[in-house]
């Protein structure tokens, strides 16, 4: 059973920055796709932005140039720095692997302020 677990969040003003990271329990996760999600409340979970195992990212449109994946292997932890925070970024931010999901961890929650 791999474990993801998140960490970062927190209560930031409107324009202000945070670092997520996800860190999980297995050496596969250094091949696989991995992807931020969030879900703000009454809505459904979206997708925000992905990285591949080489390296590759790609962005939702209304996060990119404000937010950066990033990720270190050999800690099999996931992170995204996430700058010029919106009211419409808060969420709980959640990480997992583009296909087959795994369990999903708690999350962390962002909320931005305005």
């Known amino acids: 059973q791999v474990q993801l677990v998140e960490s970062g969040g927190g209560l930031v003003q409107s324009g202000g920055s945070l670092r997520l990271s996800c860190t999980a329990s297995?050496?596969?996760?250094?091949?696989?796709?991995m992807v931020w999600y969030r879900q703000a409340p009454g809505k459904q979970r979206e997708l925000v932005a992905g990285?591949?195992?080489?390296?590759?990212?790609n962005y939702i449109p209304s996060v990119k140039g404000r937010f950066t994946i990033s990720r270190d292997n050999a800690k099999k932890t996931l992170y995204l720095q996430m700058n010029s925070l919106k009211v419409e970024d808060t969420a709980v931010y959640y990480c997992?692997?583009?296909?087959?999901?795994?369990?999903w961890g708690q999350g962390t929650q962002v909320t931005v302020s305005s």
């Open positions: 997992n692997r583009d296909r087959s999901p795994w369990s």
């Open positions: 297995t050496g596969i996760f250094s091949i696989e796709t």
């Open positions: 990285i591949t195992f080489s390296g590759a990212t």
